[in-house]
Structure formats: structure tokens, C-alpha cells
């Protein structure tokens, strides 16, 4: 499927514009590979995981430039796409949305997907493109750019980006990164990678020294796949859940008594390592839920550790090879001790919704704003246009002229129930302030609601 063509007279030229991490711009058009349906992560037989996932992609449009394209595993409804482009300023005509739900390759391909190369070459009309964007550098992605006779970015080649694959997938496991942090000095839980067979065993030793565990399979995230172990439960083996097969390794570590969570992303390449933002993860029973940037005033000690580790990492990973975006999670304990967690080598779950908030606050000229993302359970399902139109009604919605409030920025989920919000406003009291009076304008029905902005 396609949306709409792009039109060259409106392609950005080299230097107009932001990059998607907001660095310097492509000199061109790029391919926005939405390639989360890949198994960096995840294995692929896990299809609940991947479906969740997937369903994310739409954010990317918020990257997209003229003359780009998204490749996207789901639908990108045209009302989303009318309202990222009004908010970005992008003509919706200038870019193009491919949906192939069957156009990412698991990562043992040899070949691109042939649909995606001839789908992109018909929307490109035979120009060339500057680069192939992924979410995550996998063989799907290189190959693609291969055939497009183009690089991944930002590497100079497909070759340089090949080269990095071995890196890239050993660190987005949780075995590789305990092996890295180790030897980079971060403070690590007491922890044992085993195989399945030797699970119950690292179960028992553990809960015997420290009373409670949390178990992990290797390639897993957004908490997909852990759980946790009291001392009195019963357990054994065959409760494991079937993520990674009969060979898969499982993390076996010590519970921390987790105060909060906190993360920090940076990029990497020959040039050095530099931090983007950090910010406090939002959880629920380990799990992803949201973010707040910048760290809020309780973790904001934990900035220069996170900085320092992550710095460490961007070198470990470069000198493999590696260029791009990463991230660093870690938990603070109740006693104030900060304590690495894991290493996503990828574009994350904050990665693009960063980028859009840098975007928006540069249109509006409102500095550097803080922001906040989570998840609001609507009373009724909602179609995209009708959720935007409650937002406007309580005085919420993003306001470019004031470059402050909610956006919604993930498009309508698939039950029409459960959406993705950010928040952007000046500080973190007034991203507080916006959260509260949307849970519960949301809630409640149409009434207004008094905009942040009236109350401060």
C-alpha cells in the first residue's frame, strides 16, 4: 500500500534541515525503515511481541522530511499523517508512506525484501536516495540500502554498516551487555547467564543470597519476557516461559529494591561519543511505560554516572565498529546506589519522540523543553480525529504559537482505547501539571479543562 507520491521540487536540499537525531541533515531524501519486525531483540517467533511493536511504527513519520519515504510494517492513517505534517510544517504531498507489512527480513536474510526495493524505487520514481534509515541495523536494513544502491546512515557504507552487525547484536543482548559493563567498570546486580537447562539452579543459588530475582530472557525488550521470583514461591524450570527455544540463554540477577529507573541515550561513531538526553523510564511490573526528560531533581545526581558509562560504552561500541544512536538504562536503589541495566543498541522507544520535540520547540523557538511520554486509557474508543478534537476541547493540544502541550504521538492504537501521549511544556512542573489535568479531562467526559498555561 501505498500513500500519496513525493513531489522533487519540495525535496529539502542539503544543510536546510535537521537530521532525525538532530544533528546535521542527509544531503537528500532518506528511507525510513520502520524495520521493528526484525529479530535484533526479540526472536521472531515471539509474533505478540513483535505485533505490539510493530504497531508503534507510525511515530516515525514524525522524522520525515520532503522527498523522504517511510517503510512502515502497519498502516499510517491519513488523518495522522495530515496532523504530524501540520505540526512539522512538512507539505503532506513531498513525502511517502509504504505499508509492507511483509517487507522486513528476519536478520538470517541474505537478500532484501524485493516488494520493499521495487515499492521504494516507484515512489523515489527512479531518483537516488541519500540513505536508508532503520530503527535498528539488521541484515534487512543493509540489504535494502544494497539494492537501493545507497549507504545505512550514518555509515559510509554498506560495508561499514556490515561490519558493525556482530557488535550491534551482541550488545542489544542482556549476556553481552553484563560481559561489557563488567569490563567497563559499571556496577552490575549479582547476577548468572545460563542456558535453559541451568536456570533453576542460578534460581536457587540466588534466592538463597538474596531472597528475591528477576529472570530475563537474553534478547528481549520493553520488559517482554522477565518476571520475578519471592523466596516462598514455588518454581521450577518448566514454568519458564518458551522465549528463545530450548538453547536460549536467561539473565538470572538479584531483585533491586528499585527506587526509580533512569536511562540515558547518546550517539556513537569515529568522531567520538556524545549524549543526547537522559531522562527517568516509567515502568509498570518491569516494563516500559513512559519517559521524563530531563532527569527530575530526585535522580539528577545520576547524570554524571550515566554519562560517564554511557561515554564508556559509545567507545566500546565505535571501536567495533559501531556508529549511531544507543542507549544506557539503569536503576537506582532505595539507598541511592546506581546500578547499570542493559544497553539498547538501536533507535528506542524515546528516540524518535525526542527527535519530534526538538523539531516542534525549534518551529515554535521554545528552547529546549522538557517533555514526558506515557499511556492514557481512553472511557470509549476514540477515532484519531475524535481524540484530537478532545484535546482541543480542554484546551490541551500542542500549541506551536505557545510551543507547549499534548501531543499525540504514536497515531490511534488499534483498539482505539489505549494512546500514546507526550507532553512538552517549560519544566517538569508544568509536564506534571499538563499529565494530571489530561488523566482527568480524559476521564471525565467533554468538559474543559484549564490549560497549564492559565494555572502557572
Not at 41 to 70: F, H, K, T, Y
Not at 156 to 181: C, H, I, Q, Y
Not at 411 to 423: H, S
Request: proline share 10%; with cysteine.
Amino acid at each position: 500500500m501505498t500513500t500519496d507520491r513525493p513531489t522533487s521540487p519540495g525535496e529539502t536540499p542539503p544543510g536546510s534541515a535537521a537530521g532525525p537525531d538532530g544533528g546535521p541533515a542527509p544531503a537528500g531524501p532518506l528511507v525510513h525503515y520502520a524495520n521493528l519486525v526484525s529479530d535484533l531483540a526479540v526472536d521472531l517467533d515471539e509474533r505478540d511481541a513483535l505485533r505490539s511493536w510493530a504497531e508503534q511504527a507510525p511515530r516515525e513519520a514524525w522524522l520525515l522530511r520532503p522527498g523522504d519515504v517511510l517503510v512502515s510494517p502497519v498502516p499510517v492513517g491519513e488523518p495522522f499523517l495530515e496532523y504530524v505534517c501540520g505540526l512539522t510544517g512538512v507539505p503532506r504531498a513531498s513525502v511517502t508512506v509504504l505499508v509492507l507489512p511483509g517487507g522486513f527480513l528476519s536478520a538470517d536474510g541474505t537478500a532484501p525484501d524485493r516488494a520493499a526495493v521495487e515499492a521504494v524505487r516507484a515512489a523515489r520514481a527512479g531518483r537516488p536516495v541519500a540513505a536508508v534509515l532503520p530503527t535498528a541495523l539488521d541484515p534487512a536494513a543493509i540489504a535494502l540500502a544494497d539494492a537501493l544502491e545507497t549507504s545505512v546512515a550514518p555509515y559510509p557504507s554498506v560495508e561499514a554498516a556490515g561490519a558493525a552487525l556482530g557488535v550491534t547484536r551482541l550488545l542489544n543482548t542482556k549476556a553481552g551487555f553484563r560481559d561489557a559493563a563488567r569490563a567497563l567498570g559499571m556496577r552490575l546486580p549479582d547476577g548468572r547467564v545460563r542456558r535453559r537447562a541451568g536456570v533453576a539452579d542460578a534460581v536457587r543459588d540466588l534466592l538463597a543470597s538474596h531472597g528475591r530475582v528477576v529472570v530475563k530472557p537474553d534478547r528481549s525488550a520493553g520488559g517482554h519476557g522477565l518476571f520475578f521470583l519471592p523466596a516462598p514461591d514455588p518454581w521450577s524450570a518448566d514454568d519458564l516461559p518458551p522465549v528463545g527455544g530450548a538453547e536460549g540463554l536467561w539473565v538470572v540477577e538479584e531483585r533491586i529494591d528499585v527506587a526509580r529507573s533512569v536511562s540515558i541515550q547518546l550517539e556513537t561513531g569515529p568522531d567520538g561519543t556524545r549524549a543526547l538526553f537522559s531522562g527517568e523510564t516509567r515502568t509498570a511490573d518491569g516494563s516500559f511505560t513512559g519517559y521524563l526528560s530531563p532527569l527530575p531533581a530526585p535522580v539528577a545526581h545520576t547524570g554524571p554516572v550515566l554519562e560517564a558509562w554511557g561515554r564508556a560504552l559509545g567507545g566500546f561500541l565505535a571501536e567495533r565498529g559501531y556508529a549511531g544512536p544507543f542507549g544506557l538504562d539503569a536503576m537506582v536503589s532505595a539507598d541511592g546506589e546506581v546500578l547499570a541495566g542493559e544497553s539498547n543498541v538501536r533507535r528506542t522507544a524515546t528516540t524518535t519522540p525526542r527527535a519530534m520535540v526538538a523539531r516542534l520547540a525549534a518551529r515554535a523557538g521554545s528552547g529546549d523543553p522538557a517533555w514526558g511520554t506515557g499511556k492514557l486509557r481512553a472511557p470509549a474508543p476514540y477515532s484519531f480525529g475524535e481524540a484530537v478534537e478532545r484535546l482541543r476541547a480542554g484546551r490541551l493540544a500542542y500549541d506551536p504559537a505557545r510551543g507547549e502541550g499534548v501531543v499525540l504521538y504514536a497515531g490511534p492504537p488499534p483498539d482505539g482505547l489505549t494512546w500514546r501521549y507526550a507532553v512538552i511544556a517549560e519544566g517538569p512542573a508544568a509536564v506534571a501539571r499538563y499529565e494530571g489535568l489530561l488523566r482527568s479531562f480524559w476521564s471525565r467526559g467533554s468538559r474543559g479543562a484549564t490549560s497549564p498555561a492559565r494555572t502557572a
